[in-house]
């Protein structure tokens, strides 16, 4: 993830990505009505753009990166803002040798990264372990799409997006049911000289084994 360590100075510069991350915490929000009481876990945050978003909501946030350069500037605007139920963690959860914790969350969310990892039914099981039971994953991530939205990206081996029957039915194998699935936000990226369009989804899976 070296190139995001290069971006994350300048990561919160750019209006789209706060905007993004502003409709995906209200469609968060307002389906799962979350309380002070719940606990939630950030996997992918970046510089934690989604969880300012939804850090009223929460009684604690665990943001997680495996970005060092990304956590470093997450944790400066922590310590500058005195935000004191935002734990920032430096971690691979799909690294050989971790240990989750088990039921210890309320919600998981995550905003465009489950389309850079590898093994979506490894992640999938892991997010079910640290869940509590009737609680909610929220993915938000690209819809299939042609592999262009990463074209300027050296090197990129993710997914080109998901097929959302197909990512529904990995996450039903893994013990959730599919309580949410919309599409809430377009992204508009130039390529070559010309504007595409890449829809984005939330799907909302609820633990119930």
């Known amino acids: 993830m070296k190139h995001f360590d290069k971006q994350a100075k300048e990561w919160d510069n750019d209006p789209k990505k706060i905007e993004r991350a502003t409709t995906i915490a209200k469609e968060i929000t307002d389906f799962i009505r979350p309380n002070k ?50 734990k920032p963690l430096f971690i691979d959860l799909l690294e050989d040798g971790f240990t989750v914790t088990e039921n210890e969350y309320e919600v998981i969310y995550t905003l465009m990264t489950l389309h850079h990892i590898d093994d979506t039914n490894k992640i999938l099981k892991i997010f079910n372990t640290m869940l ?9 991530d690209l819809v299939k799409e042609d592999g ?8 990129f081996d993710g997914h080109n997006g998901f097929d959302r029957e197909k990512l529904s039915a990995i996450l ?14 377009v992204i508009e990226k130039e390529i070559d000289k010309k504007v595409r369009k890449y829809p984005v989804f939330l799907m909302i899976g609820k633990k119930i084994n």
Request: aromatic share 12%; proline share 2%; glycine share 10%.
């Open 132 to 140: 509590k039971t009737d609680g909610y994953l929220c993915i938000a």
């Open 172 to 185: 039903l194998k893994n013990g959730f049911e599919i309580a949410y699935n919309e599409i809430p936000l």
């Open 148 to 155: 262009s939205f990463h074209s300027n990206v050296p090197g």
């Open 37 to 86: 009481t719940m606990n939630a876990f950030e996997f992918g945050c970046g510089t934690g753009l989604l969880s300012y978003q939804l850090k009223d909501f929460f009684g604690t946030i665990t943001l997680a990166d495996t970005s060092e350069g990304m956590i470093k500037v997450l944790q400066e605007k922590i310590a500058n803002e005195n935000i004191k139920h935002f």
